[in-house]
């Protein structure tokens, strides 16, 4: 069974960083791409950012691109989300996904899911 845990969410003032993980147990992860998404109330689920299985590409959403990095751990089949410079616009809960490729997951199409994890950033 696939099982995708985020965490690491949390309330923080705008300016702030956090770092979100995702551990996954259940697949190979070494072989599938993942990649973080977010919903903020009262609109649709969108791209945050997305690293490949080797971990030597990644991708951003623009609204994330300088402020955000994405890492992967295959070692301990895990992938992070460091957010900087937070601004309360980027206050959603951030699921975490894993896909055989990058165009499946951006696509949000076979994918596995997280649970999500919330993030609040205050003004």
């Known amino acids: 069974q696939v099982q995708l845990v985020e965490s690491g969410g949390r309330l923080v003032q705008a300016g702030g960083s956090l770092r979100l993980s995702c551990a996954a147990s259940?697949?190979?992860?070494?072989?599938?791409?993942t990649g973080w998404f977010r919903q903020s109330s009262g609109k649709e689920r969108e791209f945050v950012a997305a690293i490949n299985w080797s971990g030597d590409s990644t991708y951003y959403a623009d609204s994330v691109k300088g402020r955000f990095t994405i890492s992967r751990d295959n070692g301990m089949s895990t992938v992070y989300l460091q957010m900087n410079s937070l601004k309360p616009e980027d206050t959603a809960i951030y699921y975490c996904?894993?896909?055989?490729?990058?165009?499946?997951?951006?696509?949000?199409?076979?994918?596995?899911w997280g649970q999500g994890t919330q993030v609040t950033v205050s003004s």
């Open positions: 996904a894993a896909s055989s490729s990058v165009r499946t997951l951006r696509r949000q199409t076979s994918a596995y």
């Open positions: 259940g697949l190979t992860f070494s072989s599938y791409a």
